[in-house]
C-alpha cells in the first residue's frame, strides 16, 4: 500500500505526516531521516491497528484529494 505522506520544511526540522493515518508522524533534522523515520511510523501505525483489531485505512489516490 502506498500512503500519501507530506514532509514539510520548517526553520531547523523537516516534519511528516500521513493524511491517511491520523497521529502518524515523524520529525528529524533531514530530509531522508523523516523519510526514513516516517516509513517505520506506517510499519508500526498499522502493526497496532491490527494488533487492536481495527481495519486498516486504504490508501487515498492523489488524484482524489487534489495533489
Given at each position: 500500500m502506498q500512503y500519501t505522506v507530506v514532509i514539510e520544511k520548517g526553520?531547523?526540522?523537516?516534519?511528516?505526516?500521513?493524511?491517511?493515518?491520523?497521529?502518524?508522524?515523524?520529525?528529524?533534522e533531514t530530509r531522508e531521516e523523516v523519510s526514513t523515520l516516517i516509513r517505520e511510523a506506517i510499519q508500526l501505525y498499522i502493526e497496532e491497528l491490527k494488533k487492536d483489531g481495527l481495519s486498516v485505512p486504504e490508501p487515498t489516490s492523489p488524484e482524489l484529494i487534489g495533489l
Open positions: 526553520p531547523t526540522s523537516y516534519g511528516a505526516h500521513v493524511l491517511e493515518l491520523p497521529g502518524c508522524v515523524a520529525a528529524a
